[in-house]
């Protein structure tokens, strides 16, 4: 399918692992943030989303850290499988707090 | 799935063409967008809609102008294409604006030759 990450950082993992992905916002004043996953060829996929009163927020077999201090936030993977395989955007809403402002995204690769 | 369709999926044009691509959802969502995918830039915002006939432009608009005219339906025109409008676009929508997940169609690949 067509590629959608030429220069996008990489991920690898083995199977079974768990996979950390990190992102770095710039807008202070986001409270809102979230997380796509998008496989080759196909559209992006809400995986799991927080709010800035949060730190917190767990999903099936997801998790998403938020760190307000030093404006950062993660997506854990737990038990990573081959499936997981794709690119994966971290999203916050912008300066006016009405749209979506995305990440370059970050490439996972899971080894069998 | 979402109950977002596009059309055309793929479609390869001529430079200097009119272009027209379709979103239709049916979900009765309020929000509508545009985005354009590209290597290395992630997503970007080309047009969105917040009602009926109610639009407003993204970070990177120029070149394509949007049409709402009914709530299920957002349409993306390209009225002289340009190879530098060759990409990945995808319509999603969502319930609200900013603090609300917005869901995504399966994407429409443009080539401009």
């Known amino acids: 399918g067509e590629s959608v990450g030429l220069h996008l950082p990489t991920l690898s993992v083995q199977e079974g692992d768990n996979s950390i992905i990190n992102c770095a916002y710039s807008n202070s004043a986001s409270d809102y943030f979230i997380w796509y996953k998008q496989e080759s060829g196909k559209g992006p996929q809400f995986i799991i989303d927080?709010?800035?009163?949060?730190d917190k927020r767990q999903g099936q077999r997801v998790t998403v850290l938020l760190n307000k201090t030093v404006k950062h936030l993660s997506l854990q993977i737990a038990a990573t499988q081959p499936g997981d395989s794709a690119v994966y955007f971290c999203a916050e809403n912008d300066e006016y707090g009405n749209k979506l402002v995305f990440g370059a995204g970050t490439i996972l690769r899971v080894k069998s | 799935d979402a109950g977002i369709t596009q059309s055309p999926r793929h479609k390869v044009t001529e430079t200097g063409t009119p272009v027209t691509l379709r979103c239709h959802q049916t979900?009765?969502?309020?929000?509508m967008y545009w985005y354009r995918q590209d290597p290395g830039h992630g997503l970007r915002l080309i047009h969105y809609?917040?009602?009926?006939?109610?639009?407003d432009k993204g970070e990177v608009s120029d070149g394509y102008s949007v049409s709402r005219s009914k709530t299920e339906d957002f349409l993306l025109t390209l009225e002289s294409a340009t190879s530098s409008q060759t990409s990945v676009y995808f319509c999603?929508?969502?319930?609200?604006?900013?603090?609300?997940?917005?869901?995504f169609g399966e994407g429409s690949w443009l080539t401009v030759v």
């Open positions: 979900e009765n969502h309020r929000y």
């Open positions: 809609s917040y009602g009926v006939k109610d639009t």
């Open positions: 927080i709010r800035s009163n949060m």
């Open positions: 999603a929508i969502s319930d609200e604006t900013g603090g609300n997940t917005i869901y």
